[in-house]
């Protein structure tokens, strides 16, 4: 990918803050502050906001703020001029910027999922779909080398689709623009996370009919990332923070989809607990989130096999330079 960081630092810094941790006013100057930046807000990352939820932040000590980058490259712009501390993004960002050989590059230290969590929509209700039925059609995608894309592309090649022949993808549209852009005739066909897709569904306005977590397999989707200045020198920050999204792992592992649901109904106040809970259900059914924070070399290894086979990448990253494991190795040793 094209000089990846200098896109990202003149690239314009959409961050819009959405939430934090609330901790009780005595309690506020225990806690270190902590600047999260999310790719995007989607139940997808339901793990995250019950440790936001339940307060398992503030009980590692940590007065935690979220803000959205809407895109792996605008939540990676954040880490790199220090606007955030800590980023929920693809690994692919991290594969980017190493390549360009920037110094102090940011480096991955918790997964979270480990399927894809978004889900492809038709026009019509397709309750026999076959990928094959997208000969023909054209299909709302990602950014270009974005893991959403990558993962649409992977897919497809999967299933003997040739792209631009067989299938047209659209990749011009915002991430936060295709919904509407969906709804507005463009596409036969539009690939979201959720809640947009069920929202998309239970509004008519289209029918899930495949999911690309189900087709892709196992991937390290997306994962927990921080720049190696600042996991040096503030270790215990981020040892804290690993604690407490693996309380929210292990959390969200215990307890049924519903009850996930109304704990985290407050981080999507247009969304019913009952919309809510089918979306939980579907991401369990298909083992969206990892029980554990360790981010394994196989998953490692399987990202740059997509991005190869997408054309995205420009050299093999050694697993050691990129991901640490020491930090989710020793939450899951005081656990």
Request: glycine share 8%; hydrophobic share 40%; aromatic share 10%.
């Amino acid at each position: 990918m094209k000089k990846f960081i200098s896109l990202l630092l003149t690239g314009g810094m959409t961050l819009s803050l959405l939430s934090g941790c609330s901790p009780k006013p005595e309690a506020q100057a225990e806690l270190t502050p902590v600047r999260l930046n999310e790719v995007v807000h989607s139940v997808f990352y339901a793990p995250q906001y019950v440790a936001q939820e339940l307060g398992f932040f503030e009980e590692e000590g940590l007065d935690v703020t979220v803000a959205i980058g809407n895109g792996a490259d605008k939540s990676m712009t954040a880490l790199l001029s220090d606007s955030a501390d800590i980023a929920l993004l693809g690994t692919e960002a991290g594969i980017y910027v190493y390549n360009e050989g920037k110094e102090n590059y940011p480096k991955a230290f918790l997964q979270l999922t480990q399927r894809a969590g978004n889900f492809l929509v038709s026009r019509t209700d397709e309750p026999d779909f076959k990928w094959d039925d997208l000969k023909g059609k054209s299909v709302i995608g990602g950014r270009l080398g974005g893991m959403p894309e990558m993962v649409l592309e992977y897919v497809l090649k999967e299933n003997g689709l040739k792209l631009n022949e067989d299938v047209e993808i659209i990749n011009n549209i915002d991430f936060s623009s295709t919904a509407g852009a969906f709804t507005g005739n463009v596409g036969d066909y539009t690939v979201e996370f959720e809640p947009v897709a069920t929202t998309l569904e239970s509004s008519g306005s289209g029918h899930i009919v495949a999911s690309l977590g189900a087709a892709s397999g196992y991937v390290p989707y997306t994962v927990y990332m921080a720049r190696d200045e600042f996991m040096n020198s503030h270790p215990e920050t981020i040892e804290a923070f690993t604690r407490a999204i693996y309380k929210g792992q292990i959390w969200v592992k215990e307890h049924t989809a519903e009850e996930i649901a109304k704990v985290v109904s407050p981080q999507f106040p247009d969304s019913d607990v009952a919309t809510l809970t089918t979306i939980i259900e579907r991401y369990k059914a298909q083992d969206t989130w990892k029980e554990d924070p360790v981010f394994s070399e196989e998953g490692f290894t399987l990202i740059q096999d997509i991005m190869e086979q997408g054309g995205q990448l420009a050299q093999r990253v050694p697993f050691t330079d990129l991901v640490r494991t020491d930090f989710a190795q020793d939450a899951m040793k005081k656990s």
